[in-house]
C-alpha cells in the first residue's frame, strides 16, 4: 500500500499529475529547428526559450505572431530571435496567410512548428506541408473544452480536474494525436485569471516534452 501511494506521489511533479511521467528527453545532434507560432503574451514563449538552454537540445529559429500587440514579439525580440508579424486582416483567405507562414518557416529550415498561444484557425495548406510536425499547447484536458475560451467553459461545467494537453495539429481543431497531459485540481475560489495562471505553469512543464516526442520521431524517420 505504502509502496502504490510512492508511486502515485513520484507521478505528481508539484502536485500535478503528467502523463507520459517518465519520459527521457532524447538528444538531437543536430540541434532541432523550431519555429514558433504565438499571438498573446507569450509565457509559453518565454519558458521554451528557457527550457531550450537546459532541458531540450533545440534553437527557436523565428517567431511569426498574426497581431502586433502580442507580449511574445518583445520576448523574441530580448532573445534575438527574428520575428514576423503577419496580420490576418490583411490577408483575403487563411489559406493565403498559411501559404506566408509557410514561406518564412521554410526559409528557416523549420523541422517543427510549436503553436504557443496561436489563435487562428490553420488549414490543410499548413497542415500538410508540415505532417506531424505542428505541435499545439491547449488549456484543457483534450478532448474536453477544445477551441476558444477552454478555461472558462471548464469554470462553466464545474469540472474538477483540468489541465492541458500537448498535441499534434491536425484539420479538426483540437483534435490531433495527443502527445502528453498534464492534470490538477480546480479549486472552489477559482476564477478564470487564477485557474489560468496555474494551467499556463503546468504548460510550461510539458510543452517542451511533447516537442521531444514528436522531435524523435522525426528524427527516426529521417
Ligand atoms: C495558453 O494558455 C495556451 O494554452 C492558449 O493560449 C495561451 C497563451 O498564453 N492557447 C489556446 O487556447 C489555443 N486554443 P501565452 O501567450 O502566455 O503562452
Not at 24 to 35: A, D, H, K, S, Y
Not at 59 to 87: E, T
Not at 168 to 179: A, W, Y
Not at 187 to 192: H, S, V
Amino acid at each position: 500500500m505504502l509502496n502504490d501511494i510512492n508511486t502515485i506521489f513520484r507521478m505528481c511533479e508539484n502536485n500535478n499529475l503528467i502523463s507520459p511521467h517518465n519520459l527521457e528527453i532524447p538528444t538531437f545532434v543536430p540541434r532541432l529547428r523550431l519555429g514558433v507560432l504565438a499571438s498573446g503574451k507569450g509565457s509559453n514563449l518565454k519558458a521554451l526559450i528557457r527550457l531550450t538552454k537546459s532541458e531540450l537540445e533545440a534553437d527557436i529559429k523565428c517567431l511569426i505572431v498574426n497581431n502586433a500587440q502580442a507580449g511574445a514579439i518583445d520576448i523574441a525580440k530580448k532573445n534575438n530571435i527574428d520575428c514576423s508579424i503577419l496580420n490576418h486582416n490583411n490577408y483575403k483567405s487563411r489559406e493565403e496567410l498559411d501559404e506566408d507562414i509557410i514561406n518564412i518557416f521554410l526559409k528557416y529550415n523549420i523541422e517543427i512548428i510549436v503553436m504557443a498561444g496561436w489563435m487562428r484557425i490553420v488549414t490543410p495548406v499548413l497542415i500538410n506541408k508540415f505532417k506531424n510536425r505542428i505541435i499545439n499547447i491547449h488549456p484543457s484536458l483534450l478532448p474536453s473544452f477544445k477551441g476558444a475560451n477552454a478555461v472558462s467553459k471548464t469554470l462553466e461545467h464545474k469540472v474538477k480536474i483540468t489541465g492541458c494537453t500537448a498535441h499534434i495539429v491536425e484539420e479538426e481543431i483540437d483534435s490531433g494525436e495527443i502527445l502528453i497531459q498534464a492534470a490538477l485540481r480546480v479549486n472552489e475560489n477559482d476564477n478564470e485569471q487564477s485557474l489560468l495562471k496555474r494551467i499556463q505553469l503546468i504548460e510550461h512543464q510539458i510543452l517542451y516534452k511533447g516537442i521531444a516526442i514528436a522531435g524523435s520521431r522525426l528524427r527516426i524517420n529521417y
